[in-house]
């Protein structure tokens, strides 16, 4: 057995040490936001936060997650680079977004105002065949700023 947090919530779950932590998610767990892509962790589809930090589920091993943190992207709700997304119309086919979402809010939450280079850096890693790509980083900068602005006055 493995515990860790998902969402929040203490989960037990029973499942081969080398499983990865994606089919745990979908196949365990019900949680369905994040989506197999590669299976290698190079194109962002499956990306979480464990502890903070934006990682591919695919090629994350269940054994890593003892006493750890995992935040979804069903947990992440609500957060401004959602409605950013929405305002800047960043999600096109839908199928990478969650994974871009999730390494967005880790990168605003260690860097609350990046620039457009800097966001740009951070999703290097996220595979969008839509080309929506300077949408999307619209839509982190101005979360950032959106974040900014409530925390003032």
Not at 29 to 35: N, W, Y
Request: with cysteine; net charge negative; proline share 5%.
């Amino acid at each position: 057995m493995i515990e860790f947090l998902v969402n929040g919530e203490s989960r037990r779950v029973e499942a081969d040490p080398e499983t990865p932590l994606l089919y745990v998610l979908r196949n365990e767990l019900g949680l369905m936001g994040a989506r197999f892509g590669c299976g290698l962790g190079l194109c962002g589809a499956c990306f979480v936060h464990v502890d903070g930090v934006s990682v591919p589920s695919c090629d994350t091993p269940v054994w890593s997650l003892e006493g750890k943190s995992v935040v979804t992207i069903e947990g992440l709700t609500p957060h401004p680079v959602q409605q950013a997304f929405l305002d800047e119309q960043a999600a096109q086919c839908g199928y990478c977004v969650t994974g871009i979402v999730m390494t967005a809010a880790a990168l605003l939450e260690r860097r609350p105002h990046p620039d457009e280079h800097e966001v740009a850096t951070a999703l290097d890693r996220h595979l969008c065949r839509c080309g929506a790509q300077q949408r999307m980083i619209r839509a982190v900068v101005k979360a950032g700023t959106t974040a900014a602005g409530e925390g003032d006055g």
